[in-house]
């Protein structure tokens, strides 16, 4: 995984809740899933998720930092001063989501995937 999780920012705070992720590898963020995990001993309970988020395909460089609001907003970037981009996400809710002990954000990367048809 080329995604490492640094921290969750204010967390309660619906204007400024956010989850902070840095490149370790140069990768596309269209191969992440985001969930909200129930999380008891230790474990995420792999049940249906309390919410998902399937990012967009977008190059994201070595270094760059992912940061993913709880917030309605739109997708944006800024090239920071040091060669490195934030990109910023937005998860379009209206309440907090990890401010709940038994919930824990899981991120999963997706290396392949199929439609089934039904």
């Not at 999380?39 to 994201?60: L, V």
Request: aromatic share 14%.
């Amino acid at each position: 995984m080329n995604l490492s999780f640094l921290r969750i920012r204010d967390k309660g705070d619906i204007a400024n809740e956010r989850l902070v992720f840095r490149a370790s590898a140069n990768t596309d963020i269209g191969e992440y899933v985001l969930i909200k995990a129930f999380y008891t001993d230790d474990t995420p309970y792999s049940g249906e998720p309390e919410f998902s988020f399937w990012f967009m395909d977008k190059p994201i460089k070595k270094n760059d930092l992912v940061v993913i609001y709880s917030k309605v907003g739109s997708h944006s970037s800024k090239l920071l001063e040091n060669e490195r981009t934030s990109h910023f996400f937005y998860l379009d809710q209206e309440h907090t989501l990890w401010d709940e002990d038994n919930y824990r954000p899981v991120l999963l990367e997706v290396a392949r995937w199929k439609v089934c048809e039904v």
